[in-house]
C-alpha cells in the first residue's frame, strides 16, 4: 500500500520466518507509552533509522 517491504539487513533477501516473529513481538516496545520513547531515541541513533524489532531481527524496511 505504501510501496515499502521489510528485507533481511544482511542481503536484502526474504526475512525468516524467526525475524518477522521477533520483529513483531518486539513492535509492543515501540507501542508503550513510556517505552515509546526509548524505541524513537533507538531509530535516531541508527544509521539506517532502524527501531529495536529491526535490530533484533536483523530486517531493515525498504522501497518495494
Known amino acids: 500500500?505504501?510501496?515499502?517491504r521489510v528485507v533481511r539487513a544482511d542481503d536484502g533477501g526474504k526475512?525468516?520466518?524467526r525475524a518477522i516473529l521477533v520483529r513483531n513481538t518486539l513492535r509492543l516496545v515501540d507501542g508503550l507509552p513510556i517505552l515509546y520513547l526509548v524505541g524513537f531515541i533507538t531509530m535516531l541513533a541508527t544509521p539506517t533509522r532502524q527501531r529495536v524489532g529491526d535490530?533484533?531481527?536483523?530486517?531493515?524496511v525498504g522501497k518495494a
Open 1 to 4: 500500500m505504501l510501496g515499502l
Open 55 to 60: 535490530l533484533a531481527a536483523s530486517t531493515v
Open 15 to 17: 526475512p525468516t520466518a
